[in-house]
Every structure is written in C-alpha cells, then in structure tokens.
C-alpha cells in the first residue's frame, strides 16, 4: 500500500517528536503530569500508528486515530482549563467531561478560538467512532468480491497517517508549552512543515 519510503518517512518523523521532548525540563505538579501523560499518550498512538501500518494491520491503525485525539484534546483541556479539584480527580482515576464540553471549554480561550478542534470532531467523529468500535464503515473495508480481507484505499491510509501526524505534531507543542518553552514549540511546527512537504 505505502512505499517503504513514506513509512520510513513516517517512522523518521515518530522519532523527532520524540526527540524533541525526551528529557524536556517540565514542571512537577499534577496539572502537568496530567496533561503530559495524555500527551505522551497520543505520541505513542502515533507511533504505535505508523508501526501497524508498516505491518499492513490498517483496521487496528484506524482503529486508533479517534483515542489519539481524545488524548490531545484531554491533554490541552487538562493543561488549561480543568479546575484543581478536576484535576486531581482525573489523576484519581474519574472520567473527565464529554468531549464536546472539553472542546467547548478550549474554545473559550483564545489559543483555540477559531474552532478548528470542533470542526475537526465534526467532519471526522462518526467516522472515527466507526473504526474505534468496529462500525458498519470499518467493517465495509473487509468485505471484497472475493471475501473477507483488508480492503483499505492508499488514499484512507494517508489520510490515516497524515491526521495521526498532526495530531502529534500538536501534543508535542502541547508538552513544549507545558515547559513553557516556546522556541521549542516554533521548532516542532517547523519539523511539521518539513513533514507536510516529504
């Protein structure tokens, strides 16, 4: 499906978001391990994205794109806008509010006012509801003429990996900011354009 050149493109990419926050200085308080975490959380949904791909596993890579998301959008939510004691709840293992009420508090401030977030959850969320829980969509990839097998375009995949790679590309500015470290943050969206353009 994918050259042995884009996923090794991939996979070069996985390492530099990597790279950019190993050893990163952050704050100790549980706000920051909070948000860290769902961040590093969606770097490795990336990575493990990549890798599934390679392997030619697309109904699992797929399967991942909406808990790498929901990661991010967590993450920012956590870092920004949960109050301390929801913090602390969601460090004690509660869930947090509904998607839809953590993009509406995000979209309160000013770093995310143009929605993009939610416009994004629009276009995409049935879709990616589809393939997280093995929905009438996904399972339509695995029906062919000849039987049941993997039937996933060039194209769906590269949509796949492409989105994944924003959605990194984000979480690792997120951690950047958690470190309040904003020429690292100008370093990843300049990697990310270098990304674009491979």
């Known amino acids: ?112 006012n143009e929605k993009v977030l939610s416009q994004i959850k629009q276009k995409t969320w049935k879709s990616m509801c589809a393939y997280t829980h093995t929905g009438g969509l996904h399972v339509q990839r695995w029906n062919t003429a000849d039987g049941i097998e993997a039937n996933y375009a060039r194209e769906e995949i590269l949509e796949v990996l492409k989105f994944a790679e924003i959605i990194a590309s984000l979480a690792v500015v997120g951690v950047a900011g958690l470190a309040a470290d904003e020429k690292l943050a100008v370093r990843i969206l300049e990697a990310f354009k270098r990304q674009v353009q491979a």
């Open 1 to 112: 499906m994918l050259t042995d050149d884009e996923i090794s493109c991939a996979a070069r990419y996985v390492e530099e978001l990597r790279l950019f926050v190993h050893d990163l200085d952050v704050p100790s308080n549980n706000r920051v391990r909070a948000a860290g975490s769902c961040f590093a959380i969606a770097q490795e949904h990336h990575h493990a994205i990549v890798q599934l791909i390679e392997w030619r596993l697309f109904a699992a890579a797929f399967s991942l794109v909406r808990v790498e998301f929901e990661a991010y959008v967590r993450g920012e939510w956590l870092s920004q806008c949960a109050s301390d004691a929801l913090v602390e709840a969601f460090i004690q293992g509660k869930e947090p509010p509904r998607i839809d009420c953590l993009l509406n508090q995000l979209e309160m401030l000013d770093l995310f």
